[in-house]
């Protein structure tokens, strides 16, 4: 179970996909939202050679443990650096935001995303459709709207 209450892994295809499950080494991207998770069995080898980690650098510890038991960020950027590490402190943009629950996070992660390749290929129009999509109402929008443009910079 994550720690956020969200699924432990998503998976999403774009383009010609065939099927949503991910063999190793063919995802262009890895959004994590939290810090250590990046490091999970078959996480890393899910990328492609040369692929994206956009890291949130937000760390959860499990209860009863101690922060010198959560690994170093010299470890995690070290099992990393064959990849191309994106590091977003994606709570600290939602406070920005006016959003002490964090829930758009995920949003400005996405924001991140939009601007990575092949991503980037998207207008920026076509991926604010999408969010609003979603949810349009005004409120939950213009909360959607400011993160995504947030993850944008």
């Not at 010609?16 to 080898?45: H, Q, W, Y």
């Not at 990393?80 to 977003?88: A, G, N, R, T």
């Not at 709570?91 to 829930?103: I, S």
């Given at each position: ?10 998976t ?31 996480f ?108 944008r910079?």
């Amino acid at each position: 179970m994550a720690q956020m209450g969200g699924p432990v892994i998503s998976t999403f295809g774009c383009g010609n996909v065939k099927s949503p499950v991910l063999l190793p080494s063919t995802a262009d991207c890895l959004i994590v939202m939290e810090k250590s998770e990046v490091l999970r069995p078959g996480f890393p080898e899910m990328l492609r050679p040369g692929g994206t980690v956009v890291l949130a650098s937000t760390k959860i510890l499990p209860q009863g443990t101690s922060e010198k038991d959560y690994l170093a960020d010299a470890q995690i950027h070290e099992a990393l650096k064959s990849f191309k590490v994106i590091e977003v402190d994606f709570l600290a943009k939602a406070l920005e935001l006016g959003d002490p629950t964090g829930r758009v996070g995920n949003v400005v992660m996405m924001g991140v995303l939009s601007r990575q390749s092949p991503f980037d290929r998207f207008p920026e129009a076509i991926w604010l459709k999408a969010i609003e999509k979603l949810n349009a109402k005004p409120a939950i929008w213009a909360s959607n709207f400011a993160a995504f443009k947030a993850g944008r910079v």
